[in-house]
């Protein structure tokens, strides 16, 4: 009796997740259609350029979002633009010898160094080589956080102390205190894989979040805290408490998502981070609509922390989330009914 009420069970939630499927498939793009990491319409040309060997477009990018100070624009460009050249830097070489003091070209050459001595077995020893560069990215435009932005992430592969790492860090905001980048740095360098732990990091996620601006992707750092916490492996136990923290975390977040309009590739990290904690945590009705919200465009981050195939992932966990919301909900409701006095009349 037991394995033929197991076997109705079953044979039900498959009848559910065919039935509701197609229908929880409004608003999902096709799956072709989903692109990792699409550069926007600014960004685009630059890179398209850098392809042909040539770097004015992205020198023109980087010093508009110096001139008119657009920091989050600036530092989400630069690494797109390192990205690019890890593989392919001849149209930087080429910046670097016409413009060797420009303040973007030795922004790009000090963050491509960083990338690379973060790669490098000898972290640490190449990290603290490349240390000048950050310098002279600095240097050449005080009023910039970017280069602080680099700095924090340098001093947490050189195994920088706390009093080192602080004095950064009032250097960084006191140049842009609600720096999204800058507060993820510091977010990092506090987590349980460095120097601090996950209680430090929450607090100091909920703290930012409580500061911010409206509508700051700075209300994403407690959920960037919760995703830390999730992915540190079986043998970290999680409390209530900290489990209240995520669920929060997660909810304050989704706050932060409704303040953007659907399929707008600015909050869309966010976006994919917040969907990737909602499925960790079951809450399925809440991911399936971030992943409506964000559209075609899927982020690296956070999937690549979890698999070598970061678009797959994308992939996999939105139709997982569409099929369990399909599996829980029920098989006809009273509208369905109408049946009743169709055919059957």
Known sequence: MVCTMAFLRALRRTARMIRHSPRLSTGLPADDAVLLDAP??????????????????????????????????????????????????????????????????????????????????ARAERLRDVGPLITAAAESDPRDPVPWRLALDHARGTHASHTTFEALWEQAIRRSSHHYGCHVAALQYLSAAWYGSHRECFDFAERAAEDSLPSSLVQALPVRAAFALLIAGPDVKTTSVLEERIDTAADLAITLSAAFEPGDPWPAEVRNLLAYVLVVRGRWDEALEQFRLIGPHASSFPWSSVSDDPLGQFLDARDGARLQVASATPLWNRADHSWSHGHYA
């Not at 390192?82 to 070209?105: E, K, M, Q, S, Y």
């Open 40 to 121: 926007d319409e600014r960004l685009s040309p630059a890179l398209v350029a850098a392809a042909l060997g040539e770097y004015e477009p992205a020198a023109k990018l980087l010093a508009t979002t110096r001139d008119a100070a657009e920091w989050e624009n600036r530092d989400r460009y630069l690494s797109r633009l390192v990205t690019f050249a890890r593989n392919r830097d001849g149209w930087l070489n080429d910046w670097l010898a016409n413009a060797p003091h420009d303040p973007d070209a030795l922004l790009v050459k000090a963050e491509l160094a960083v990338r690379r001595a973060w790669e490098s077995p």
